[in-house]
T-cell receptor
Framework: GQQLNQSPQSMFIQEGEDVSMNCTSS?????WLWYKQDPGEGPVLLIA?????ELTSNGRLTAQFGITRKDSFLNISASIPSDVGIYFC??????????FGAGTTVTVRA | GAGVSQSPRYKVTKRGQDVALRCDPI?????LYWYRQALGQGPEFLTY????????KSGLPNDRFSAERPEGSISTLTIQRTEQRDSAMYRC????????????FGQGTRLTVV
């Protein structure tokens, strides 16, 4: 399958801090997606990016789709305890198949 | 139902046994996807159904794995002669427009082969 490299693998952050994580691929994707997975739950879609260069916000979350269609970043501003979880990037190159990164585990220090 | 429902939530089986994992998609969703998620990894695509038709099974690891969706609703993923390397979280997702960007994931079935 397609390889998505997600970094960092894990991070400890202080409540109130801004957080940034990114994802790169050797292949081009038509759509980039960012998901959050809470313990015991399935991934939940946070942001979808459809156009190269697109910058999209969803509350405290901001994500951008790289110009080359091979990378994306996700920023979380003013982190709070409920931001704890695993964040996955995923690329979609056709109508149905998603390729996921290995995830970034976020732990917040209160 | 309100969300994608998978059963059982946990399954422990002995090597060599067959297992069947069930997925009940969101009512009315025509597309259904199976993914496998190893510990510390993201989900990996297994197979995709549109209504009852299995459109893509390229992600199934080998011929011990099969899936069906006979009436275009509930789907079953079957693993025959299980091996320890089959241990993982198996996730199902469904969507109503055939685009996985609109897909909702279930809580998964944690399979442990001992």
């Amino acid at each position: 399958g397609q390889q998505l490299n997600q970094s960092p693998q894990s991070m400890f952050i202080q409540e109130g801090e801004d957080v940034s994580m990114n994802c790169t691929s050797s292949s081009i994707f038509n759509t980039w997606l960012w998901y959050k997975q809470d313990p015991g739950e399935g991934p939940v879609l946070l942001i979808a990016l459809y156009k190269a260069g697109e910058l999209t916000s969803n509350g405290r979350l901001t994500a951008q789709f790289g110009i080359t269609r091979k990378d994306s970043f996700l920023n979380i501003s003013a982190s709070i305890p409920s931001d704890v979880g695993i964040y996955f990037c995923a690329g979609q190159d056709n109508d149905y198949k998603l390729s996921f990164g290995a995830g970034t585990t976020v732990t917040v220090r209160a | 139902g309100a969300g994608v429902s998978q059963s059982p939530r946990y399954k422990v089986t002995k090597r060599g046994q067959d297992v069947a994992l069930r997925c009940d998609p969101i009512s009315g969703h025509v597309s259904l996807y199976w993914y496998r998620q190893a510990l510390g990894q993201g989900p990996e695509f297994l197979t995709y159904f549109n209504y009852e038709a299995q459109q893509d099974k390229s992600g199934l690891p080998n011929d011990r794995f099969s899936a069906e969706r006979p009436e275009g609703s509930i789907s079953t993923l079957t693993i025959q002669r299980t091996e320890q390397r089959d241990s993982a979280m198996y996730r199902c997702a469904s969507s109503d427009q055939g685009s996985s960007t609109e897909a909702f994931f279930g809580q998964g079935t944690r399979l442990t082969v001992v």
